[in-house]
């Protein structure tokens, strides 16, 4: 058995020494010819390795190179430099696998996140993104064990489906038809959809909400977990064309315990990650500190990222309309100052990033859920509401970020269901299978979506959404 070491994070809890240990790991740095700072992504701190001068031949000591992989074996002793309590006093160094110290790109001193990403295949090798992705997973596990806990499935939607779930029209198209123009033609001289792979059109998944509402109206609780894909051009710092979200479906939910629902989960996954990732939220947290420094004094925001995380787990989160939201916006100095790039004029106007950011960064300083939003601004599936005007929508928003989950209840009389649908030109026929759920046994019901990556980049305080998945999908960028 090769596998016989122990992780550098155990090892360095570990209070006593003189005992025998094997670790293995990727080199960060070698010092005087005798000094190894080693790293095996278990926690950000390295265990230093002591190759005593004169025990180790010249050959192996050159190979001991940035980023080269080794295992090496010897005793725990209390360390005699600054720094670390302990340290491997090793009898035996084998290289696993060289790194050309001039060309291994990681190379010890700070790089820029832009540099990172287009190195995103070693950028796991260094400590910011070490955390990020530890705590990515960490969240990642809270959301299954929040679910779990409640008595929540864990269902698995379909990633290729025929039907637009967000009626957006921003979908990939999935085929096996040739692109070369040979594709078979209908009567109407368009691709013949019904030579390909599924007999139709198809598409990755938007969302997998429309196929957790049919299991819901027969397990009651249910989540998806997984990823979705939208094809719209947005280059922005909160936006990926793949991306991973979190779909609760309820039944037997209104808005209100959906907003609550929503609440709990968050806090809950915020909480969970500062509890068990103490070491890399203090790293993060610290960087972050480092990257605010860079930026003028008015820009700076007035809490670290741990006192933030804190308060809004500690808070409740501030509950109000759309139309309560536009009255704030649209008497605001911001507003009358022109300083908005989009103005708020009337009622019913979609509200733009830099309004949410500004409810919840300016106005309200805390978590924001929005309700009640004009039907022509939202999907077909949410409950409208008595007003003719509005429907029973919440996205809530949170400060640096903006929106970060998006949810409703459902709309369950099949009638207004339908007129909706009609009125969105949304295909009723298509959508036979959702319909039935309203037309045996329906009931009321809501859900919501949280998106993943922006969750991860709310509690790591990563500024770009590209530096919370490991290869980002965007415009123009697949690479990796
Ligand atoms: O608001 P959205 O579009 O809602 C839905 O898809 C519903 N079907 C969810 C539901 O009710 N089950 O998306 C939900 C969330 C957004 O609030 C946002 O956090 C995230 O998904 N999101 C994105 N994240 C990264 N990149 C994108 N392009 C995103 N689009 C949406
Ligand atoms: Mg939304």
């Not at 198809?202 to 997984?226: K, R």
């Not at 909480?271 to 960087?287: I, Q, T, V």
């Not at 908005?340 to 859920?369: A, C, M, N």
């Not at 993943?452 to 305080?461: K, N």
Request: glycine share 6%; with cysteine.
């Amino acid at each position: 058995m090769f596998n016989k070491r122990i992780r550098i994070k155990t090892l360095l809890a570990i209070e006593e020494t003189n005992y025998e240990a094997t670790v293995m790991g990727w080199i960060r740095t070698f010092r005087n010819n005798q000094f190894i700072a080693l790293n095996d992504g278990s926690t950000n701190n390295n265990i230093q390795i002591v190759a005593t001068l004169g025990m180790f031949d010249e050959a192996l000591l050159k190979r001991l190179t940035t980023g080269a992989c080794i295992r090496a074996s010897g005793t725990i002793i209390p360390s005699l430099g600054k720094g670390q309590k302990v340290e491997l006093k090793a009898t035996t160094i084998e290289i696993l696998g060289d790194s050309d110290a001039e060309t291994y790109p990681m190379q010890p001193k700070k790089h820029s996140l832009e540099f990172l990403r287009e190195n995103a295949h070693m950028r796991f090798r260094t400590n910011t993104f070490g955390s990020v992705f530890r705590v990515r997973h960490a969240l990642a596990f809270a959301i299954h064990k929040f679910f779990n806990d409640k008595g929540f499935i864990y269902l698995h939607t379909p990633i290729i489906t025929a039907s637009d779930a967000e009626g957006a029209g921003e979908m990939f198209k999935v085929t096996t038809l040739p692109l070369d123009g040979t594709a078979p033609k209908n009567e109407y001289d368009n691709i013949n959809f019904k030579e390909d792979f599924f007999g139709r059109s198809t598409n990755l998944t938007v969302s997998g909400q429309l196929e957790g509402e049919l299991a819901a109206m027969a397990l009651s609780d249910i989540y998806t977990f997984g990823p979705t894909f939208r094809a719209e051009n947005s280059n922005t710092t909160r936006h990926l064309a793949e991306f991973w979200m979190v779909e609760p479906e309820v039944a037997f939910n209104d808005l209100e315990d959906n907003m609550t629902l929503a609440e709990e989960f968050i806090k809950y996954v915020i909480k969970y990650a500062m509890e068990n990732n103490k070491e890399d939220m203090e790293f993060l947290s610290l960087r972050l500190d480092e990257e605010e420094k860079q930026k003028p004094q008015s820009e700076r925001s007035d809490m670290g990222l741990l006192e933030k995380l804190k308060f809004v787990v500690d808070n409740d989160f501030e509950r109000l309309t759309y139309t309560e939201a536009i009255e704030i916006l649209k008497n605001s100095n911001h507003n009358k100052k022109k300083k908005f790039k989009y103005l708020i004029e009337v009622w019913g106007t979609d509200l733009q990033s830099e309004h949410e950011r500004y409810l919840v960064e300016k106005h309200f300083k805390k978590p924001v859920i929005l309700t009640d939003y004009p039907k022509e601004i939202k999907s077909f599936y949410m409950r409208q509401n008595n007003d003719g005007k509005t429907v029973a929508a919440m996205d809530i928003l949170a400060p640096g970020i903006g929106e970060i989950v998006g949810g409703s209840q459902r709309e369950e009389r099949m009638d207004k269901l339908i007129q909706r649908m009609e009125e969105m030109h949304v295909p009723v026929e298509e959508l036979w299978w959702y319909l039935e759920t309203r037309k045996f046994g329906t009931c009321p019901h809501a859900g919501f979506g949280l998106g993943f990556e922006r969750l991860v980049q709310f509690v790591t305080g990563m500024s770009n959404i590209r530096d919370v998945i490991p290869f980002p999908r965007y415009p123009k960028s697949a690479e990796f």
